[in-house]
């Protein structure tokens, strides 16, 4: 079966702080995708990024950077210097290869105080 | 480019009445997607579809029918609304592209969400 874990349900941060957000998966396939969405408090989904399951390079994407390791199926997602805009909530989703389904973790809420 | 757009943003419906939620895609995707967001429970697939007649459940099927006529549509009916389908909808579209390297595709794109309440 597949599954997204999200273990941490709310995190809050002072402004300026970095924050990592943990993502934890199982699969059996060894053709996956891994992605995150942002779900600010307007509603809408926001993809961030896409990860195959044949390319282990970290990603740096400005304030953002995603660490995934097969090894401990996990693909965290890490902001530095964290500002307001970026309270949200945050999904992890996983899509077996050859399909359009994704399966979510449960969201991680994020509130960084000014 | 309107990407995926979903109709209407907000319903609210009397136990026992149906819906149709629509949901249309101007990006040729060949994926497209229903599911609903339920606080604390992520989102969750209710039906997909592969392309125009093809379409299949996800893991929260009962109570909703789909059907797909057209690349660009996908609407989603409710039946018989109950207080249990509460929730967020949110429809989604992705592309399907096949390489020398194997199968891959794009992100999801996925519509605004529509709120309903079933009371």
């Known amino acids: 079966a597949q599954k997204v874990t999200q273990a941490q349900t709310e995190i809050s941060v002072v402004e300026k702080e970095d924050v990592t957000l943990d993502c934890v998966y199982e699969t059996r396939d060894t053709t996956y995708y891994l992605f995150w969405y942002k779900q600010p408090p307007s509603g809408e989904l926001v993809f961030l990024i896409r990860r195959n399951s044949f390319d282990e390079q970290n990603e740096i994407s400005g304030r953002y950077s995603w660490n995934f390791q097969k090894s401990t199926s996990s693909f965290n997602f890490t902001i530095t210097a964290s500002q307001v805009v970026d309270s949200a909530v945050y999904f992890c989703?996983?899509?077996?290869?050859?399909?359009?389904?994704?399966?979510f973790g449960q969201g991680t809420t994020l509130q960084v105080k000014p | 480019n309107a990407g995926v757009t979903q109709t209407p943003k907000f319903q609210v419906l009397k136990t026992g009445q149906s819906m149709t939620l629509q949901c249309a895609q101007d990006?040729?995707?060949?994926?497209m997607s229903w599911y609903r967001q339920d606080p604390g429970m992520g989102l969750r697939l209710i039906h997909y579809?592969?392309?125009?007649?093809?379409?299949d459940q996800g893991e929260v099927p009962n109570g909703y029918n789909v059907s797909r006529s057209t690349t660009e549509d996908f609407p989603l009916r409710l039946l018989s609304a109950a207080p249990s389908q509460t929730s967020v909808y949110f429809c989604?579209?992705?592309?399907?592209?096949?390489?020398?390297?194997?199968?891959?595709?794009?992100?999801?794109?996925f519509g605004q969400g529509t709120r309903l309440t079933v009371v």
């Open positions: 990006m040729n995707h060949e994926y």
């Open positions: 989703a996983l899509r077996k290869g050859n399909t359009g389904k994704l399966i």
């Open positions: 989604a579209s992705s592309l399907h592209a096949q390489t020398g390297f194997g199968a891959w595709g794009t992100e999801a794109f």
């Open positions: 579809s592969v392309g125009a007649g093809i379409t």
